[in-house]
């Protein structure tokens, strides 16, 4: 399956937040979308999932969802948003349940998903007794147990500490590795950016506007063997956005 | 080098840092509660059998020893205690169910909202106890008229407590609902309905508190039997020993009451912690 975005511009009362953006994500491919705060990279990543309405353009699919897919378009949100009143197990089971996979089956696909992202000691836990990487471990396990299409990430580390970062990054690429996704993968991080993006969208300061799209022709499993490289990737996304981001630091949140 | 051991010589002057935190923290004395209950007990019975307590003022400990005997031995007590059961439950079980009702309309839905939370403002604030006149004239001098009463002041903080319970359930969890194409009754079911639970659950603990009030000022009204009518019937009779076995009657459903709401807490929002 695959996602184009058609010219999408979207104003919030009378304020341009993002402005004739066209893109398009690929089947298996991850593509980061990075800018400074407030460009609207999270407001786009809503209107891909069909959250949220552009003001105008529009979000197209084209091909089928891969089969058994129960929700083609699957998010990760940031702060995991996971039922506190259902435990690590109860909380997969929420996204199966509308489609009538319950008992045995549901165990199954349960018991599937746990054990990729390697929460099986975990499944009758609470989430107010995880850490904050399990508990994104549970979100992720949750997203892999309806079978997406394209995995909707927004700033999924972002409240993680850095070493956590790392040991899900490295989760991520392995999932990756072994049956490859498409994402769009939000963040503000560029390390997180070049990591996991197989190419990497740069937004200007609002009004949003791609600025630049870099390709990263690295296999992801490679990447942590050439940091230096990376690096340097790295460094140039910052080169490109340094003065945007200050002068956003500097916006008033209202204006 | 890396030094693992690393020996630190302490100076002759140096002094523990001063311990300035703790405090501000409650701990539990589980035995202080029945020590005060007992010292209050012995000051009252040792004033009332000395005479420093006038029985005009306080009954003697005996005299309400002596008003629960009769009211066990007549068999007062339970007809008092049933009366008073059956209105209490009956008014704040249907209160509390309407007003969870209604509150869930205001909370999802933004006409009933718009149309429903003027009225249920305008009308929290009155008494419901003056209401009792016009109550007995809709429906009766009999049960009716006390059975409303309740209901109606359970009703309203009820409604508040459950749409703004309603209110402040994570929205975040409501779009990640949507996000997996969940049903809305599904959404309503399984995030709203739980997320709201312990706001209405803490609702429960005010409005059964509200329910006790409105029956013993229903019953002091126009009853025959109930506690009210029981503890009016002591006191126009100065018969405090009765009077203070009605009022003991009454904290003891209140406490009962408030013990079982914590049980369902505790059931209920296992969750939490």
Redesign the interface.
Same mark, same amino acid.
């Not at chain 2, 949507?178 to 049903?183: A, D, H, I, T, V």
């Given at each position: 399956m695959r996602i184009l975005l058609d010219k999408i511009s979207h104003a919030y009362d009378g304020t341009q937040v993002l402005q004739d953006i066209s893109l398009d994500l690929g089947k298996g491919e991850i593509v980061s979308i990075i800018g400074p705060s407030g460009c609207g990279k999270s407001t786009l990543l809503r209107m891909i999932g069909g959250l949220e309405r552009p003001t105008s353009g529009q979000v197209l699919v084209t091909g089928a969802a891969p089969q058994g897919c129960l929700n083609p378009l699957t998010y990760i949100f940031q702060d995991f948003a996971l039922l506190p009143w259902r435990t690590v197990a109860g909380n997969i089971s929420l996204v199966l349940e509308d489609h009538g996979i319950r008992g045995a089956r549901a165990r199954e696909v349960i018991d599937d998903v746990l054990a990729r992202t390697k929460l099986s000691d975990f499944r009758k836990a609470w989430p107010r007794q995880l850490s904050g990487g399990m508990k994104q471990r549970v979100a992720i396990a949750r997203a892999l147990a309806v079978r997406p299409a394209v995995m909707l990430m927004d700033e999924p580390l972002s409240a993680l500490d850095s070493q956590t970062r790392e040991l899900l990054m490295d989760d991520l690429v392995e999932l990756w590795t072994r049956t490859p996704f498409s994402a769009a993968y939000v963040t503000h991080n560029l390390a997180e950016a070049v990591r996991l993006g197989h190419r990497i969208v740069v937004l200007s300061r609002r009004p949003g506007r791609i600025r630049e799209v870099v390709t990263i022709d690295m296999p992801l499993a490679d990447r942590p063997a050439h940091m230096a490289e990376l690096e340097k990737i790295q460094r140039d996304l910052w080169d490109m956005m340094r003065d945007e981001a200050a002068a956003a630091d500097r916006e008033l949140a209202d204006a | 080098m890396r030094d693992t051991k690393t020996e630190i010589r302490i100076p002759a002057d140096a002094k523990p840092v001063p311990f300035r935190g703790g405090g501000f923290r409650q701990r539990r004395h589980p035995l202080l509660a029945p020590l005060v209950l007992a010292a209050l007990l012995a000051i009252w019975w040792a004033g009332s059998a000395t005479g420093v307590i006038s029985p005009i003022a306080m009954p003697a400990p005996k005299d309400v020893i002596d008003a629960f005997r009769d009211l066990w031995t007549t068999g007062a007590l339970w007809t008092n205690l049933s009366v008073s059961l059956y209105r209490l439950l009956v008014g704040w079980i249907l209160g509390s169910l309407l007003g969870i009702a209604v509150g869930l309309m205001i909370g999802l839905f933004s006409q009933a909202r718009a149309s429903a939370l003027p009225i249920v403002s305008a009308l929290f604030p009155v008494p419901k106890i003056a209401l009792l006149p016009l109550f007995i004239i809709w429906f009766g001098i009999g049960e009716g008229s006390k059975v409303a009463t309740i209901l109606f002041g359970t009703f309203f903080p009820t409604v508040i407590s459950t749409y703004a319970g309603v209110d402040a359930v994570?929205r *975040? &969890?409501i779009?990640?609902g !949507? +996000?997996? *194409? &969940?049903?809305w009754s +599904?959404i309503v079911r399984?995030?709203i309905l739980? *997320?709201a &639970?312990p706001a209405i659950l803490s609702g429960f603990r005010i409005s059964f508190s509200i329910a006790i009030v409105l029956l013993v000022a229903a019953e002091m009204i126009g009853a025959q039997h109930g506690i009210g009518a029981y503890i009016l019937m002591a006191g126009s009779l100065f018969n405090l020993g009765q009077l203070f076995a009605g009022v003991i009657l009454l904290s003891a459903i209140g406490l009962f009451g408030s013990w079982l709401i914590g049980l369902a807490e505790r059931r209920m &929002?296992d969750?939490? !912690?």
């Open positions: - | 994570d *975040g &969890l779009r990640m !949507q +996000s997996f *194409g &969940l049903r +599904s399984k995030i739980p *997320g &639970l &929002l969750w939490r !912690q």
